[in-house]
């Protein structure tokens, strides 16, 4: 990730270029439920999405892109989970 922003600050000193990683998730029904490996991320409960998504933030993710393909769960479910229990601990930065 370092190399990443420094390579790119050489390219465009001063211009912001946001990181973007893709991640594979399927969210259980169950908020404690410990992560097991699918292709590419992660099938596992809330709280340790959020651990994950803290994880992602502190090396430099700036987006993070979920790809529910081997989710189990109805899709409105998932995205209504996220949006209330997960969503709320990343709010929008101030310009």
């Known amino acids: 990730m ?6 790119s600050g ?3 000193p001063g211009v912001f270029k946001p990181f973007t990683q893709t991640l594979y998730i399927d969210l259980l029904e169950n908020p404690d439920e410990q992560p097991t ?7 596992l409960g809330r709280n ?8 992602f933030q502190a090396i430099g993710v700036n ?4 790809v529910p393909y081997f989710a ?3 899709m409105e479910e998932m ?10 601990h990343f709010p929008t930065h101030d310009d």
Not at 2 to 7: H, Q, T
Not at 37 to 43: A, C, E, S, Y
């Open 37 to 43: 490996k699918i292709p590419l991320g992660f099938r």
């Open 2 to 7: 370092k190399d990443c922003g420094e390579l």
């Open 48 to 55: 340790h999405l959020l651990e994950l998504l803290y994880k």
């Open 63 to 66: 987006h993070l892109v979920f």
């Open 79 to 88: 995205i209504q989970e996220i949006g209330e229990e997960i969503l709320p």
């Open 10 to 12: 050489m390219k465009q």
């Open 72 to 74: 189990r769960r109805p």
